[in-house]
């Protein structure tokens, strides 16, 4: 298979080739999986397999000899990963990889999960990766959650969602906009533990939502679309009302697949309690379309 192409992955390569500490650079994420979604945007998931990666943590002035850095992140020194935007908008995600890790994969002949979603040499001095399996190319898919972690989701949720109506009548928009993101944050957990329970085939739910049109299913990514809401009363509380409505039915949904008990037992009357703030809110319930 050839790989999607980089515009930094030439200069990375001969970076590693001219450093002995580097053993070999391993490209992962899209542009190894050749599942046709790289596109003009797609980052470069590079793993440095080293000796010895605190040279690279501790100054970063290797990154400049690749291009020019717009900036980089983390600040942290300690932290074995450096994500950085070049000039032009191409990032790259770099990952130390101390080698004897690679030796352990080989030894049990097991994949990382990074591994088995794909992986593509692009450099390999001593002809470690010649010895490792190669990849599937599948996404593993993840256990079901237990019945604590549904829980804690379900209850995150709530306990949000009473703030974000209170906060609406108060008309603190930007408490409203903090609080939803957590209530949102619990929502796509819900979707993805949803998408895996009740499909009939194995499903890549991906991360923080990315294609959450093909693996959503069609009703939930409708109700989905009308959940993000302005700087106005009226339409955040029909996007609140919306998105409660939505987590309601998912979690029962979830729950009843998993053959788990729905864990929050004042649920309907948290629902009740933000009907009852939205209709006396005169102002902006009057003429709000349901």
Excluded at 11 to 32: C, E, F, Q
Excluded at 84 to 103: C, E, L, M, N, T
Excluded at 157 to 172: D, M, N, S
Excluded at 230 to 243: E, K, N, S
Aim: hydrophobic share 45%.
């Amino acid at each position: 298979m050839i790989m999607a192409t980089h515009p930094l992955l030439p200069a990375i390569i001969d970076w590693g080739r001219g450093d002995n500490a580097i053993r070999a650079v391993v490209i992962t994420g899209s542009l190894a999986r050749g599942d046709g979604s790289v596109d003009a945007f797609s980052d470069l998931d590079a793993q440095i397999i080293t000796t010895n990666a605190a040279p690279y943590c501790d100054d970063d002035s290797w990154l400049d000899a690749l291009g020019e850095v717009w900036i980089r992140f983390p600040l942290d020194r300690s932290a074995p990963y450096r994500l950085v935007w070049f000039a032009g908008g191409s990032k790259v995600d770099f990952q130390f990889i101390h080698i004897d890790r690679i030796r352990a994969m080989i030894a049990s002949d097991r994949l990382s999960d990074e591994y088995l979603r794909g992986y593509h040499v692009a450099l390999d001095k001593d002809g470690l990766y010649q010895q490792l399996s190669l990849s599937p190319r599948a996404f593993p898919q993840p256990p079901a959650p237990s019945p604590e972690q549904v829980a804690a989701c379900l209850n995150e949720f709530w306990f949000e969602a009473i703030h974000v109506a209170q906060f609406i009548r108060r008309r603190e928009f930007w408490v409203v906009k903090f609080r939803d993101w957590t209530m949102k944050t619990m929502l796509l957990r819900a979707l993805e533990w949803h998408a895996h329970a009740t499909a009939n085939a194995p499903t890549n739910t991906w991360l923080l939502g990315k294609r959450i049109h093909e693996w959503a299913r069609w009703d939930d990514y409708a109700a989905i679309s009308r959940i993000w809401a302005g700087w106005d009363a009226r339409q955040l509380w029909r996007a609140l009302r919306i998105q409660v409505d939505l987590f309601a039915r998912l979690s029962d949904e979830l729950c009843a697949a998993l053959d788990y008990a729905q864990p929050i037992a004042a649920r309907e009357a948290i629902r009740a309690y933000i009907h009852a703030l939205y209709a006396d809110d005169s102002e902006a319930a009057h003429g709000c379309p349901e």
